[in-house]
Each structure stands twice: as C-alpha cells, then as structure tokens.
Nanobody, 134 residues
C-alpha cells in the first residue's frame, strides 16, 4: 500500500519561493513497455478541477509541467528516500491552492503525449496548503 505525506506548505509573498516535499512510502519504481511508475504534484482551488502541476517518472531527470507553472516550478525526486519535491519560485496569487502529492502507474502512451491528468493517479496525499499574498 502506498502512503503519501506532504510537507512544506505555508504562506509566501508574491515573487517569493516555497519548497514542497512528499514521502511516498510503499512506492515502487518500476516500468514496462506499457506503464511507468510516476510521482506528481497537483493543486486544487475550491470549486475547480484538480490541476496538474508537475509529473516525474522512473528514470526521469526532467518533468512534465502544467502550462501555468512552466519556467517557475521544478519537480525533482530522491529515489533513495522515495521522495518527490516541488521547488516553487516567482510565486503569484494564482498559485494559492491546496497542493497534493500523487503516485500512479501511468500508461506510456499518455506520457509520450503529455496528456496526463488526475485520473492517471491512484494514490493521493492529504494535501498541503500554499497561500501567496501580494
């Protein structure tokens, strides 16, 4: 059973930075010709759909980013500790949301197209809140 625990949320001023961390206990780094293990960050504002922020998969040095965070956020992972991180810079008020860590066994075809959404992930953390004030 995979258990995800986020930390690092809080308040920041516009233009500032925050770093989120997530430990994925029980997560397995595996891949085959059809699917690949991935970790991701999503965010959600009340009344809106959960939005993909960034995804990183087995053997991934880079990440798949949502358009609204490209160039500002960086996802990384430490496979030794089964941790995933989200470095957030140049924050603005639109980044205010609940941020969720997720784990999934994602189809490689969807990774190739980049069309990844919350439905691709089966395990979720409880979330950590980020509030950005101007």
């Amino acid at each position: 059973q995979v258990h995800l625990a986020e930390s690092g949320g809080g308040s920041a001023m516009a233009g500032g930075s925050l770093k989120l961390s997530c430990v994925a206990t029980g997560f397995s780094y595996t891949m085959n010709r059809i699917r690949t293990s991935c970790l991701a960050w999503f965010r959600q504002v009340e009344g809106r759909e959960r939005e993909r922020v960034a995804v990183i998969c087995v053997g991934g040095n880079g990440g798949n980013y949502g358009d609204s965070v490209k160039g500002r956020f960086t996802i990384s992972q430490d496979t030794a500790t089964k941790s995933v991180f989200l470095d957030m810079a140049s924050l603005n008020s639109e980044d205010t949301a609940m941020y969720y860590c997720a784990a999934g066994w994602v189809e490689n075809s969807r990774l190739r197209t980049g069309h990844i959404d919350a439905g691709d992930f089966t395990h979720w953390g409880q979330g950590t809140r980020v509030a950005v004030s101007s």
